[in-house]
């Protein structure tokens, strides 16, 4: 069986408890302005280009047959122009490219690939109690791949996370619970019309999904990030304290701050920027303020500072910089 994967970030430390090997799969129901990971909504492959590496060389003009590269004068020398509407990710151009300019964002491996790489760190595992975490994208998306992945993790005796969104078929989830150790499960803007409004899906089946999930015994842990103007209010916050009353028994909750590293990104994948904030200071102040009140009322807060949490990279949907890690050339 194959998957689609985007990143394998081994050396994670933020994505679940020990040192752990992070594995990213590609696409996401939900379409988050903020998002820190656009390169994972997207099913597909996808070509990023980073213009500051290019060198304006010429081989990927020579090598594309589909004449997506040109190079034109800007009143600065040579330029690198691509046309994304040619482009069918072939791949020629990348594998000419001596800059690193060009990547192909999205490839398929079998979970045999993936548990190789994830099994080079076994040691670690042992040492620190960490092991695997799944995440994307929406893991859920490829729900039978990451079960898959989740069987040979467990074949392993390796301990197992599943970041998730939530949004997907109970079915799916039902079908993992009894492999996984522990959820990262996001919970992103509590009123289901705004949820609606700036992830594109409501959150409907998310609470669903997230209460049948706890109601069965499963260990999570809530991930809410703190986005700018969107979710930084009061209404969130008691929305936020109510869901954790009516769960007593949850690991606990991550507060998570916006940053803006997703903006690179789409400029790489000639994606317009949905999202900006004019600074992070401001929600990295409402992080700590939110977490330390719900510590005060007891709620088990995972971490002490707004920006600076155990327990979750991220997602393709939060605009939070979590991956502290090395990352894997697959």
């Not at 304006?56 to 040109?70: K, Q, T």
């Not at 000419?96 to 490839?107: H, K, P, T, W, Y």
């Not at 548990?115 to 092991?131: C, N």
């Not at 998730?164 to 996984?180: H, I, K, N, Q, V």
Request: aromatic share 6%; charged share 25%; net charge neutral.
């Amino acid at each position: 069986m194959t998957g689609r994967v985007f990143d394998i970030q081994r050396f994670s430390v933020h994505d679940g408890p020990g040192i752990r090997t992070t594995v990213f799969l590609k696409g996401c129901p939900l379409n988050c302005a903020w998002c820190h990971n656009p390169e994972g909504i997207r099913a597909g492959p996808e070509l990023s280009f980073d213009r500051e590496k290019c060198l304006a060389c010429g081989e990927c003009v020579r090598a594309c047959p589909m004449a997506a590269h040109s190079l034109q004068t800007d009143g600065k020398g040579l330029a690198h122009v691509l046309d994304r509407g040619r482009c069918e990710v072939r791949g020629e151009c990348v594998s000419v490219c001596c800059s690193d300019s060009l990547e192909i964002v999205g490839r398929s491996l079998s979970v045999e690939e993936v548990m190789r790489e994830v099994m080079a760190d076994r040691v670690f595992y042992r040492q620190a109690g960490g092991g695997l975490t799944i995440s994307g994208g929406e893991p859920l998306m490829q729900a039978e791949f990451t079960a898959a992945l989740l069987v040979a993790a467990k074949k392993e005796g390796l301990h197992c996370c599943v970041e998730t969104s939530g949004f997907g078929g109970w079915e799916a989830l039902c079908r993992m619970l009894p492999l996984t150790d522990l959820f990262l499960f996001d919970w992103k803007v509590t009123e289901p019309v705004e949820h609606e409004r700036h992830t594109g899906q409501s959150n409907t089946i998310i609470a669903r999904n997230l209460r049948e999930l706890y109601a069965r015994g499963a260990r999570i842990r809530l991930q809410c990030p703190l986005i700018p103007g969107i979710n930084d209010n009061e209404g969130h916050y008691e929305g936020i304290e109510a869901l954790l009353e009516s769960m007593p028994n949850l690991d606990g909750i991550s507060i998570l701050p916006y940053h803006p590293l997703g903006t690179a990104k789409l400029e790489r994948l000639g994606r317009p920027p949905a999202f900006a904030a004019s600074t992070t200071s401001a929600i990295r102040q409402s992080a700590r303020f939110l977490a330390g009140r719900l510590a005060r009322r007891g709620f088990r807060v995972v971490g002490t500072e707004g920006d600076r949490q155990e327990g979750g990279q991220r997602r393709a949907e939060d605009g939070v910089p979590r991956r502290e890690g090395i990352k894997s050339d697959f």
